[in-house]
């Protein structure tokens, strides 16, 4: 990751921990669906970056806005997770030659549809994971699940909607 690049991802990370924080703390739509758009800058991170570092930076992550949200580590165990799984997944739906190290694996980068089936299985573990500490024992499967469908289907229209409005597209030679 070189300095620019660097200084992008903070100035990025700031302004959705900023949008989480001040405005989707407290949105929660029809009682259901929350959404966790941070989560983008773990999405959107390298595909060639080292697994160590993206444990780090989910966790780190995970902890501020649970420092927010007054959440006692939920967030960030949900984030881990996510920094955990999000390789393995890759791995498992990688095209015929593999990826490019330099590609980020956002919508402009590799297309909507691919960008759906990478991104949602991983909102959907995190949301899971994140109902089902939020209620242990009193909310039942029905309703971590309903939850956690919601969420994730949530999350990323809020994910693709400020990919597109928001992200510099590249431009193909």
Known sequence: MNIRSLITFIFTGIILMAVQVLLL???ALFGVA???????LI????ISINKTTLLFVAFGLGLVIDIF???LGMHA???????FLRPVWLKAISPTGGYDDTVHPDIQEMGISWYLSYS???????SLLFFTIDQWGTGGLFGVLNKSLFSAIFSMLLAILVQLLFFKRKRRI
């Open 25 to 27: 703390k407290n949105l």
């Open 34 to 40: 929350m959404g966790f758009l941070y989560l983008l």
């Open 43 to 46: 999405l959107d991170l390298s």
């Open 69 to 71: 949200y007054d959440s």
């Open 77 to 83: 165990a949900s984030a881990t997770l996510i920094g």
């Open 120 to 126: 949602f299985p991983l909102l959907f573990i995190y």
